[in-house]
């Protein structure tokens, strides 16, 4: 190059520097950005690659169903392919010790075995390995809570597992905190005790173990760690081939061992097998003599019985015979009594009969004698009346002497001298009268005779009668006599026959009595016979059942041991290796994910640094016109002329670049490792590995769009005649736009919306690098906003909307719900408690006709659903609508759903077994997989109720004291091993969250410096192009505001379409990078907050106004004369 | 007093040890309602002393009157003010924005104005009414001075400058570019001071300022002003 070129240039850069910087800027972000989380991974593999060599983390992890032996060792030392081998031991054992239970891994402290290396050696944090009995080193994660001098105690039981007789000592004290390489991640793998997880890893010396077989042996391959990366495809195949050597040896040493023991056991238990049934034949025989015994026994006791019965039945039977008798001769008595009595009463009425005849006759002579008084009565009537009638006649003046004899005469007139007195009265009127009245006295004395004659009749007839009635009356004395005396023999008779029934009677009764002794005696000697067969009968019973029993058990001990045998059943080998170390593969995965988000962030960088630089390099070679005429006009080459854009659009790239390789380099893998390291238990820190391929591949692409797209503006440029590049380009022609044809609308528009519409559409370039800048500042965002809220939903949701629990209580072993009822009664009368659910939860592998997930899913059995739904709850995560659980089938967690590709409807296996069953919903879940079911479902599925081991329950008011004091009640139970509460996972997970929050803020600020230079170079551009426009109104009289307004506005339209577009693009690359980096035990929130949109949206737009801002300055600064001094 | 007075104005350059004087203590007047053209050699100092009169650039000593006004004292705002409302602009290179229509360009002007004429009469009297929807590309360079003019007519000013309006274009336009100018002055009674370095031009001047090396070396008024299509050169 010429030197005046050369010197053309640097001026040219020293007067252009916002463009320079603009360009560099871009390039160091695209560059720096890409480079750098592509380093990540590599850095990361690196990092652990130095720390397995280190820690010579086992290659394969071999258990056998039976354990090892020495033999067994030796022969996997032998295989091809591997270098060493160290057997060693674990046990799951559960610990009550602390707040809370938990459930630990035992391992034995890794030792050389032999000449071998030290295999999965531990690194100490803090004190020392293990080194005697009782000392323990428990892992350094966060969840552990142990300190260095805590005691330690081991349950003596887990499960139904005796835990006692195979460890030494069940104390321990924490000598060591360490970690170890095979857990690297803060996932602790399963277990088959407990809840089915294992909480954390300690190590104990191995000599507490007492265990006859070493449980567990992990080998090396034979290759050198140095020449195959763990990450490699090479070494996937070594491990391959080493896995088939393996299991050949399995095979021989699995045949072996049939042959050493399991042939001998069975042989064990079949004579076993015999000897117990020729003793029972002869225990059977025993018994069945005795039974006889008892049974002739109870014959004869039969007998005796019946004979006694018979005598006093006959007894009963004559009685009852006397006593009809008797009833007979009363009944006879009685009829005679009868007889008797009306016999006397008809002679009886017969007298009464003629003593009546005699009365009736008595009374008519009665009769008679009142009519012959009447008779004399009448006859002195007559002749009172006679006389008292002649009184009555006499002629007045006749004396009273002749009326008081008159009147004495009357009165004195009786019966007798009736006749006499008339006389007399005739007489002496007569002889006063001269027989004047004799007439009348005449007449009154012939009916006086006729009476008196009448009377003598009547006296006749009565003495007649009397004379005849006397006889009569005497008969009827004399039958009455006899009467009488016939009654008083009859009834004296009768009495002595009555006194002799009484008798008969009194005797009866007396029998009866005896009777009823003897039958009392009969009841007794019955009763006490009975007793005695019934002792018998006992007695032979349980000698009987303490036969059978001691039967069965001989009989269970041999089924057990065959049993045993048969669960031994198919001796095998397992053979693991490094990903199936809890977390490993995991790692891998991670790192593969940064890859794939490094992949996508820097697209948007390299892309708008490519307008970026399109742009400028634009504006550059436009302003230079005239220079490049002038040159060319000179007689340079256009190479020369081209090569001094390039090498200035080269240079901006190149500083670009080394600014951003040495700032984003060393920090990124850092400020990404460093939130990985909160799941990883590895390296504190990370050496760089920078990715190379990467690196070239950011500088090719850097100084590619930078040249070619200068290049590209150049060759544009000098087609062009130097004559022409030297006059003024002929402006751009105004054009008119689509929206001026609505005339009403655009007719309002003042003049600068005008221009600002105008131009938005003629400078395209413009717009599409300023839309897209920041569109994807805009999107960047959204999605680093949107991961945080999709990461904190995680944890919000799940431990605060849909499991409500907060404490979870293991059992000591899983049991059926009937044999849970004092723990849940517990739980329930606690009023701590607000609402508790039995659950049945065990690890399974799930799968559907495309897709099977093998870790990290539960089932989880609700016994009573009702419970179970109060405190978790199960629900569509779109529409919220509830779901419940039903007896056809189970509902699945949507994490879960998505990787089998599973509908509601379709069919789900579960577990090994393959279980079919249909899915009933898809609920929302964040944290691990769930196939839910009712206890009905499992029956349905599974044939059986399901053993439960768990109880969720909803303390009030959960606080650290809280937690303290149910841990120390509920541990103090026999039948509780654990009892852990949610807030600790929730810490756990908000530890994990808080660091991955970091990579978020990282990707903020790369979207704001990514609107910044953004929009600060489009606003600079912008500017120069419109320098001149600018200066013009300035001149017309523009305030400084209404200048800015003039350019700004186009930068606020552009800004709010590159924000709505932004908006749309976030939504799909959250989509994208929540979906890369989701690990398969966490769902990550699937929706971006509201305020997240609005945060993006204002944050672009506050970086806009910044940018403007700056920019107001630039715009007051126009010079107008200079501006306008010369044409373009 | 006159509308225009300058009173020993400077204008200096620093360029590192050496002070150019572009305008060195020129003290000059200009009556209102008069056509006053400008004239010097290349480098005289004219445009310096327009844009100093036309409030775009400060001078460094002295003091400009216009309408009574020291506009070297004015401030920002005032000086903006000065320009909106008194100053009527016509550059040499027309300065039209591109983007909008030569009816929009004119707008530009009457919007900001407080008694502005109306674009479509502005746009008659440079005779271009039937162009008004053209952009400046589509126009020719006469053509578009003469929008440029508009725009600076439309305002109303109370000083009309032209900074060489003729420079760019060819005889007979610029002719008519120069009649429209002295109409527009003899018309609407409107101040004009225009900018030449053609000594052709000056007898169609009220009043001829001189200008050689930043200094005034004549200004005299021209008693009998000639018709633009008069003169010939
Ligand atoms: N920004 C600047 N820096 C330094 N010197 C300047 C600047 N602007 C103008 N000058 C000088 O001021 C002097 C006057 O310039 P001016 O533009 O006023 O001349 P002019 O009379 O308009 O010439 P022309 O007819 O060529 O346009 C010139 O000598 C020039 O060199
Ligand atoms: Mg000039």
């Known amino acids: 190059m010429k030197k005046a070129l050369f010197k053309n240039t640097f001026r040219e850069i020293k007067n252009t520097k916002a463009r320079f910087i603009s360009i560099m800027m871009i390039v160091a972000l695209g560059v720096g950005f890409f480079v750098g989380v592509k380093s990540t991974a590599p850095s990361m593999e690196q990092m652990a690659i130095d720390y397995y060599e280190e820690t010579n983390l086992m290659d394969f992890r071999l258990i056998s169903t039976v354990g090892f032996d020495e033999d067994d060792v030796k022969a996997v030392e032998n295989t091809s392919g591997i270098n060493d081998v160290s057997p060693s031991y674990f046990l799951d054992v559960s610990t009550t010790s602390g707040d809370t239970g938990k459930t630990i891994r035992l391992l034995g402290a890794p030792s050389k075995y032999a000449d071998s290396d030290i295999i999965n050696d531990t690194l100490v944090i803090e004190g020392r390995m293990p080194t005697k009995d009782g000392e323990i080193a428990i892992e350094c994660n966060d969840f552990s809570k142990y300190k260095i001098g805590d005691k330690l105690t081991i349950d003596e039981k887990v499960g139904d597992t005796d835990i006692k007789g195979q460890l030494s000592t069940l104390e321990y004290e924490v000598v060591g905190i360490v970690k170890s390489p095979m857990y690297i991640s803060i996932e602790r793998g399963t277990t088959t005790v407990g809840n089915g997880k294992i909480d954390e890893f300690a190590y104990i010396a191995e000599s507490n173990f007492e265990l006859e077989r070493y449980t567990v042996m992990y080998a090396t391959l034979d290759t050198s760690k140095k020449a195959v990366s763990p990450f490699s495809e090479e070494y996937e195949k070594l491990i391959d081939d080493v896995t088939d050597n393996l299991e050949l040896t399995a095979d021989v040493r699995v045949e072996a061992f049939t042959g050493e023991n399991i042939d001998e056991a069975q042989k064990k238990i079949d004579d076993g097998k015999k000897e117990l049934e020729e003793e029972k034949a002869k225990v059977e025989k025993e018994l069945a003599d005795a039974k006889a015994e008892i049974e002739k026994g109870e014959k004869e006791y039969e007998s005796e019985i019946s004979t006694a019965q018979a005598q006093i039945d006959s007894a009963q039977a004559e009685i009852q015979k006397g006593r009809e008798e008797l009833s007979a001769g009363k009944s006879e008595y009685e009829k005679s009594v009868a007889v008797f009595n009306d016999e006397i009463n008809s002679a009886k009425e017969k007298l009464d009969e003629g003593y009546a005849q005699f009365e009736s006759a008595y009374a008519q002579i009665d009769n008679l004698k009142t009519t012959k008084s009447q008779l004399e009565a009448e006859k002195v009537t007559a002749a009172t009346v006679t006389i008292n009638g002649i009184i009555s006649t006499l002629p007045q003046g006749t004396s009273q002497e002749v009326l008081d004899t008159l009147n004495a005469y009357a009165v004195s007139i009786t019966t007798e001298n009736a006749v006499a007195v008339l006389n007399e009265a005739k007489a002496y009127l007569s002889s006063v009268f001269y027989g004047a009245y004799d007439q009348a006295f005449d007449m009154a004395l012939a009916g006086i005779a006729q009476l008196d004659e009448n009377i003598t009749k009547l006296s006749d007839t009565i003495a007649l009668s009397e004379e005849k009635l006397l006889p009569v009356k005497e008969e009827l004395d004399k039958g009455y006599a006899e009467l009488n005396a016939k009654e008083q023999e009859g009834l004296a008779a009768l009495e002595l026959a009555l006194a002799q029934l009484d008798e008969a009677e009194e005797k009866l009764n007396t029998a009866s009595a005896t009777l009823g002794n003897s039958r009392a005696e009969l009841l007794d000697a019955k009763a006490d016979g009975k007793k005695q067969l019934e002792d018998a009968k006992k007695k032979y019973e349980k000698g009987k059942k303490e036969a059978e029993e001691e039967f069965s058990k001989a009989e269970k001990e041999l089924s057990d041991a065959q049993k045993e045998l048969d669960d031994l059943g198919e001796i095998k080998w397992m053979i693991f290796n490094r990903d199936d170390n809890p977390g490993y593969s995991g790692f891998v995965d991670n790192t593969g994910r940064v890859d794939a988000v490094a992949s996508v962030f820097p697209m948007f960088f390299l892309l708008v640094a490519m307008l970026v630089c399109l742009t400028t390099m634009t504006r550059l070679v436009e302003e230079k016109r005239t220079e490049i005429g002038t040159f060319k006009a000179l007689g340079y080459s256009d190479r020369s002329i081209t090569f001094k854009f390039v090498f200035y659009a080269c240079s901006a790239a190149f500083l670009g670049c080394v600014l951003g390789c040495v700032s984003c380099i060393p920090t990124l893998p850092r400020v990404i490792y460093n939130a990985y390291s909160m799941l990883y238990n590895m390296e504190d820190s990370i050496d760089i590995v920078v990715d190379k391929m990467s690196l070239v591949l950011a500088l090719l692409a850097a100084f590619a769009c930078c040249a070619l797209v200068t290049l590209f503006v150049c060759y544009k440029n000098l087609l062009h005649k130097p004559a022409s590049l030297m006059r003024p380009k002929t402006p751009k022609a105004g054009k008119r736009i689509l929206m001026e044809r609505i005339t009403p609308l655009w007719n309002r528009f003042n003049f600068s919306s005008k221009v600002t519409f105008r131009n938005l559409f003629r400078y395209k370039s413009r717009l599409f690098m300023t839309a897209i800048g920041i569109a994807g500042c805009t999107a960047l965002m959204l999605t680093a906003f949107g991961l945080y809220n999709s990461i904190n939903d995680v944890c919000d949701i799940q431990f605060k909307e849909l499991c409500k629990y907060n404490t979870i209580i293991v059992t000591d072993k899983e049991k059926p719900a009937g044999e849970m009822g004092e723990l849940l009664k517990a739980i329930d009368n606690d009023d701590r408690f607000v609402s508790s659910a039995l659950v049945s939860q065990k690890s399974i592998s799930v799968s559907s006709d495309k897709e099977s997930v093998n870790s990290d899913v539960y089932l989880s059995v609700a016994q009573n659903p009702e419970d179970f739904e109060k405190l978790i709850t199960l629900r569509n995560r779109v529409t919220k609508e509830e779901l419940s659980l039903s007896n056809t089938g189970a509902v699945i967690t949507e994490k879960l759903a998505k990787m089998l590709s599973l509908k509601v409807g379709d069919t789900v296996y579960i577990g090994e077994e393959k279980k079919e069953t249909t899915v009933l919903g898809i609920t929302e879940n964040y944290v691990y997989n769930y196939v839910y079911m009712s206890e009905e479902a499992y029956e349905n599925v599974y044939g059986e109720k399901p053993l439960y081991s768990t109880v969720y329950a909803e303390a009030d008011d959960l606080n650290v004291d809280v937690e303290k004091e149910l841990g120390s009640d509920y541990l103090k139970r026999e039948d509780v091993t654990a009892i852990s509460f949610t807030s600790t996972i929730i810490k756990d997970f908000k530890d994990m969250i808080g660091s991955m929050n970091m990579v978020v803020l990282v990707m903020i600020i790369s979207a704001g410096a990514l609107a910044i230079v953004v929009l600060y170079n489009l606003t600079n551009i912008n500017l120069a192009e419109r320098n001149r426009e600018i200066a013009t109104i300035k001149v017309l009289g523009f305030y400084h505001k209404e200048t800015s307004a003039f350019v700004y506005r186009e930068n606020i339209i552009l800004t709010i379409i590159g924000i709505l577009f932004g908006l749309i693009l976030g939504i799909w690359l959250w989509d994208f990078v929540v979906k890369t980096i989701e690990m398969d035990t966490v769902m990550f929130g699937k929706s971006i907050h509201a305020i997240s949109f609005v945060l993006a949206a204002v944050l672009t737009g506050v970086f806009s106004l910044v940018v403007n801002f700056i920019m107001f300055f630039k715009i007051k600064a126009i010079n107008m004369v200079e501006s306008l001094k010369s044409i373009e | ?233």
């Open chain 2, 1 to 233: 007093m006159s509308l225009v007075e300058f009173k020993n104005v400077y204008k200096q350059y620093k360029m590192g040890e050496v002070t150019i004087n572009a305008v060195d203590g020129i003290s000059f007047n200009i009556e209102e309602g008069e056509f006053a053209v400008v004239v010097g050699s290349s480098g005289a100092g004219k445009t310096t002393v327009l844009n100093i009169l036309g409030g775009m650039d400060s001078a460094t000593k002295g003091e400009v009157f216009v309408d009574n006004k020291n506009i070297t004292k004015l401030n920002d705002k005032s000086l903006i003010d000065y320009r909106r409302f008194d100053i009527g602009f016509v550059f040499q290179f027309y300065n039209l924005i591109p983007n909008l229509t030569a009816k929009e360009n004119v707008e530009l002007a009457t919007q900001i104005s407080k008694n502005p004429l109306d674009c479509e009469t502005a746009l008659e009297s440079v005779g271009l009414i039937e162009r008004k929807d053209n952009f400046p590309a589509q126009l020719s360079g006469g053509e578009q001075q003469r929008v440029s003019i508009a725009r600076a007519l439309a305002k109303r000013p109370k000083l009309l400058l032209c900074d060489e309006p003729t420079g760019a274009l060819d005889y007979n336009t610029g002719k008519a570019i120069l009649k429209l100018l002295q109409n527009t002055c003899r018309e609407e009674k409107m101040t004009v001071v225009l900018i030449t370095h053609n000594q052709a031009i000056t007898p169609m001047a009220d009043r001829v300022i001189r200008m050689k090396s930043g200094k005034v070396i004549e200004n005299r008024i021209n008693e009998n002003p000639m018709n633009v299509d008069d003169i010939e050169w």
